[in-house]
């Protein structure tokens, strides 16, 4: 574990923090060690708190629909996956000059997914796909429609069209933009015909845990909803190259256009990294350029 120093206070949330509210709401917890876990995302603070639970605090305003939404949803869901996700156990109100809603969840065991803790990367790659399809199959009905509480994951890639071009145009000097745009192009008049379905939002290694070299847990659904699941298919290109890359597309079986709508939210988010790096001046990400161009081969071979 971290030390409660290390990024300890990041968006004014440090561990004092924590043990104050769970003393004010959730007595029943307050004598329980809270400590920082060791990796954090940025969306959110994450503590253990004891052996079994966590606490999970939204570091901004823009982050705080998720709250609910996991509350409210997560326990639905989990019963019909293969794999744990971090149901909440109860929901904190704002209080001690802290500002927003706040949840307990069941800690889940497991490493963040890097390659070398993975056994085999193609059986892997077989098991983030039985999950998707899983995932797919649990009823959507009433579920959270894709929107700004998902930050338009599961909505057409056209709401981040503007954005999307304004990063090609600053990378003009940088990248092939013309086979760029096709990308982007082809996406957009792919459009989504399917009945709506869950997405997780952000399937990418830091929200996959493994244990004995397994998928083990699926955290983070911050971003989840109800609606079209290309936006979970970015992880073929960020992670996955080669037979596993073979392995995941073949198991998670979706048509062209949902492949097509995939490619433009991988070339979306690794052109806003891109972008940023060649604004500030710094060189621009090798891991986004090779995404970029992944995808554009990928598209390029039909």
């Given at each position: ?37 060791e990796v ?133 000097d940088h ?40 998928l083990a ?86």
């Amino acid at each position: 574990m971290l030390s409660d120093t290390h990024l300890d206070g990041r968006a004014g949330i440090d561990a004092g923090l924590v043990k104050r509210l769970l003393a004010a709401q959730f007595p029943q917890w307050s004598d329980f060690p809270v400590t920082p876990v060791e990796v954090d995302g940025w969306d959110n603070r994450t503590y253990r708190l004891g052996e079994e639970l966590t606490v999970r605090l939204p570091t901004a305003p823009g982050y705080v629909p998720a709250v609910e939404k996991e509350h409210r949803w997560l326990s639905v869901l989990a019963p019909h996956l293969p794999v744990p996700i971090p149901v909440s156990v109860a929901l904190g109100k704002p209080g001690e000059g802290y500002p927003h809603p706040w949840s307990i969840r069941r800690w889940l065991d497991g490493d963040t997914a890097r390659p070398d803790r993975i056994a085999d990367l193609s059986t892997f790659a077989v098991e983030v796909a039985d999950f998707l399809l899983a995932l797919q199959r649990v009823d959507a009905t009433n579920g959270p429609t894709a929107g700004e509480h998902s930050f338009y994951r599961g909505a057409p890639p056209a709401y981040y069209d503007d954005e999307t071009r304004r990063c090609l145009r600053t990378l003009e000097d940088h990248l092939d933009i013309d086979r760029a745009t096709a990308v982007w192009d082809a996406a957009l008049a792919a459009e989504w015909r399917g009945r709506p379905v869950w997405f997780h939002g952000d399937v990418a290694q830091g929200n996959l845990l493994v244990r004995d070299g397994r998928l083990a847990a699926v955290i983070d659904f911050g971003t989840s909803g109800v609606g079209d699941p290309a936006c979970d298919l970015v992880i073929t290109w960020t992670m996955f190259a080669g037979p596993s890359r073979e392995a995941f597309r073949r198991t998670v079986a979706q048509d062209d256009g949902t492949w097509a709508r995939a490619r433009a939210w991988a070339l979306w988010k690794a052109l806003l990294g891109l972008a940023q790096d060649a604004e500030q001046g710094r060189p621009l990400a090798a891991g986004n350029l090779r995404v970029v161009e992944e995808v554009l081969a990928d598209h390029e071979s039909g």
